[in-house]
């Protein structure tokens, strides 16, 4: 089983401030297959990343993903205040698939 | 487009089965494959197992023992059924669609979309 440890476990930001969250693979994601997903409280999660870094459907671009291997990084330019939220990277090119922990995204 | 979701008792007795089912409307569930993923009040998310519209199945083998998926094509739905639950499946479970491109199991866009997602508590 690829166990995924994101970090950090909180990041408390500004508004307009960038936010870097990582995800890191304990083997070798298969074929890039790393999504992220964002949460918002009472809410299912929302696919923003794909094949590590292929923005989904209506996703705005201030969202990148870039990464491979063991190694993977959530971007988000400049924070917007609907961006506050839970972020879960996912690897899926190996059963059993598996999400990271998490990094809560929090208003500083 | 397409939406899920899910459906089924809130509330469940130690020792017994949970059954939800997961309802796709807007899009056939014919050539895909859909999971089950859950959540634990405040903590993460777990995968449960997939199911491909032919009725292949691949679960998770933390849950394998105590799991079974299946499809009913006909009725666009696909169900999960956990035995011998505790108050550690006490959970909020969602379905969701393997999106892009899939071969044996492996869709290259993740998942997308999700259910909403339901609450079932296991208590007596």
């Known amino acids: 089983e690829i166990v995924l440890t994101q970090s950090p476990g909180t990041l408390s930001l500004s508004p307009g401030e960038r936010a870097t969250l990582s995800c890191r693979a304990s083997?070798?994601?298969?074929?890039?297959?790393l999504a992220w997903y964002q949460q918002k409280p009472g809410q299912a999660p929302r696919l923003l990343i794909y094949?590590?870094?292929s923005r989904a459907t209506g996703i705005p671009d201030r969202f990148s993903g870039s990464g491979s291997g063991t190694d993977f990084t959530l971007t988000i330019s400049r924070l917007e205040p609907e961006d506050f939220a839970v972020y879960y990277c996912?690897?899926?090119?190996?059963?059993?698939?598996?999400f990271g922990g998490g990094t809560k995204v929090e208003i500083k | 487009q397409v939406q899920l979701q899910e459906s089924g008792p809130g509330l469940v007795k130690p020792s017994e089965t949970l059954s939800l089912t997961c309802t796709v409307s807007?899009?056939?569930?014919?050539?895909?494959?859909w999971s089950w993923i859950r959540q634990p009040p405040g903590k993460g998310l777990e995968w449960i197992g997939y199911?491909?519209?032919?009725?292949?199945?691949n679960y998770n083998p933390s849950l394998k023992s105590r799991v079974t998926i299946s499809v009913d094509t006909s009725k666009n739905q696909f169900s999960l059924k956990l035995s011998s639950v505790t108050a550690a499946d006490t959970a909020v479970y969602y379905c969701?669609?393997?999106?892009?491109?899939?071969?044996?199991?492996?869709?290259?866009?993740?998942?997308?979309?999700w259910g909403q997602g339901t609450l079932v508590t296991v208590s007596s």
């Open positions: 969701a669609r393997g999106s892009g491109y899939c071969t044996n199991g492996v869709c290259t866009m993740g998942f997308d979309p």
């Open positions: 807007g899009g056939s569930i014919s050539s895909y494959y």
């Open positions: 199911i491909y519209y032919s009725g292949s199945t």
């Open positions: 083997q070798s994601v298969s074929s890039s297959y």
């Open positions: 094949g590590a870094s």
């Open positions: 996912q690897q899926y090119g190996s059963s059993p698939f598996t």
